[in-house]
């Protein structure tokens, strides 16, 4: 996190401020944004919408053009274990376990993914979405958007954190802004 934090503030991004760490005990004392989460605003304030997802969109632009962190994982090799997982804890949780059926899938989903095209991965937060960005009205350009849960960044396709803002499981965004 901590790591991840200065590279995001060092690119011209907002991630809290670390005031003190203890990381041995897993404790830190952060900068505290607020409580502009974009979730709460938008269900707030329904008008407020393409101002957050514009900002958001431009948020990951300059965080895309920043270099990558070294070293940091990459996340397409873990994809199809990770996708697996939804068999391992809903499925087995409903009907039991069934590992030759996780197996088949993270299979299948190892192979789409080694098919796809070669492009260039840049840095995605993984977990990109309204309830993890604050609109800060007293800061300007990039930084009137405070990032939070990070901790889990790695190197992948640009269009991952995208669709997590976009595609949101948490809410229905609009078509009109989605596009």
């Known amino acids: 996190f901590i790591r991840i934090a200065n590279h995001l503030n060092n690119c011209g991004l907002n991630a809290p401020e670390v005031f003190a760490a203890d990381p041995l ?3 830190l004392l952060l900068q505290d944004f607020g409580d502009g989460l974009f979730a709460k605003l938008m269900a707030d304030d329904p008008s407020c ?3 957050l997802y514009v900002g958001a969109v431009d948020v990951l632009l300059a965080l895309h053009k920043c270099p990558m962190p070294d070293p940091i994982p990459a996340y397409p090799p873990l994809m199809p274990d990770l996708a ?10 409903l009907l039991g376990e069934n590992a030759e059926l996780v ?6 989903m190892n192979d789409a993914i080694t098919s796809l095209p070669a492009r260039d991965d840049v840095l995605i ?3 990109y979405h309204s309830e993890n960005l604050l609109w800060l009205p007293g800061q300007t350009g990039l ?6 849960d990070f901790q889990d960044a790695m190197s992948g396709h640009a269009a991952y954190d995208l ?3 976009t ?3 948490r809410r229905d965004v609009p078509k009109n802004i989605a596009r």
């Open 25 to 27: 005990n897993g404790i």
């Open 167 to 169: 595609k949101d499981a």
């Open 103 to 108: 197996l088949a899938l993270s299979s299948l």
């Open 163 to 165: 669709v997590s803002l």
């Open 125 to 127: 937060l993984r977990d």
């Open 84 to 93: 697996a997982l939804s068999l391992v804890w809903y499925r087995g949780g």
């Open 143 to 148: 930084t009137k958007i405070g990032l939070l």
């Open 49 to 51: 919408q393409r101002e």
